[in-house]
């Protein structure tokens, strides 16, 4: 896409325009993505919509055998609250099948995806899939405009449901500390507000960090591999 468009956009209004796991995206390459405006996923981007009396609802697509590579989310040091460096999933509950993240990264959280609000009756499930070297870099901000980062690879917050990471690999991903403002947190994976169990099953972390690169301003450090907040229900990791 050579950083002048991302590769898929999946909006819903209602039930007939959803997605579900019959849609398979398989076999590709996802590479060089950003998106045209300032704004989330760099790769794919799945927006849903509320029902009332239900909540959230969204898509559901399953990604196989797909290699996201060097994406990014769009941002300036004036609007930078950019979340999923590939993938950005709101109200939407994606599956990931042998997929592989490497080298994407976001302005704020979630350098390989952001997951926000999504529908709580549903899993988002991680089979098989590789983390490597993702991370969350912010720009140079104006002594007035800072902000606290999320999850080197996998930022998960404001309402989700169950979220299933099995067989998966989180190798090298990281953080940049630029702010004394802030907390910088889960140099893999940050997880907050989950309705349902986090459960990482079978997994592989090694040389994920949060850290401050020489010249950038300081800040706080939590977690180099996985930070949970505020969970509503149990964390299992086997």
């Given amino acids: 896409a050579e950083q002048k468009h991302r590769h898929f956009y999946f909006s819903a209004s209602s039930s007939r325009s959803l997605l579900d796991t019959t849609f398979k995206i398989m076999d590709l390459t996802l590479k060089n993505g950003r998106p045209n405006s300032y704004d989330h996923g760099g790769s794919v981007k799945m927006d849903g919509y509320h029902e009332g009396n239900y909540g959230h609802k969204g898509h559901s697509p399953l990604f196989q055998n797909v290699v996201f590579e060097a994406n990014q989310t769009k941002h300036s040091s004036n609007d930078a609250y950019k979340e999923g460096g590939a993938v950005y999933a709101y109200r939407s509950t994606p599956f990931f099948r042998d997929v592989t993240f490497k080298y994407n990264f976001a302005a704020r959280g979630g350098g390989a ?51 299933v990471f099995e067989n998966s690999t989180f190798d090298s991903n990281y953080i940049k500390i630029n702010g004394n403002c802030c907390t910088n947190e889960g140099g893999a994976i940050y997880a907050q507000s989950l309705y349902d169990s986090l459960i990482v099953r079978n997994s592989k972390f090694r040389h994920n960090k949060v850290y401050k690169p020489d010249g950038n301003n300081g800040g706080e450090a939590q977690a180099g591999a996985i930070r949970i907040s505020d969970m509503l229900a149990h964390v299992e990791i086997t």
């Fill in 113 to 163: 995806i952001g997951v926000s609000s999504a529908d709580t009756n549903k899993t988002i499930t991680f089979e098989r899939t590789k983390f490597i070297g993702n991370y969350v870099d912010p720009p140079n901000f104006s002594v007035n405009i800072q902000m606290s980062l999320y999850g080197g690879a996998v930022f998960l917050s404001n309402d989700v449901g169950k979220v």
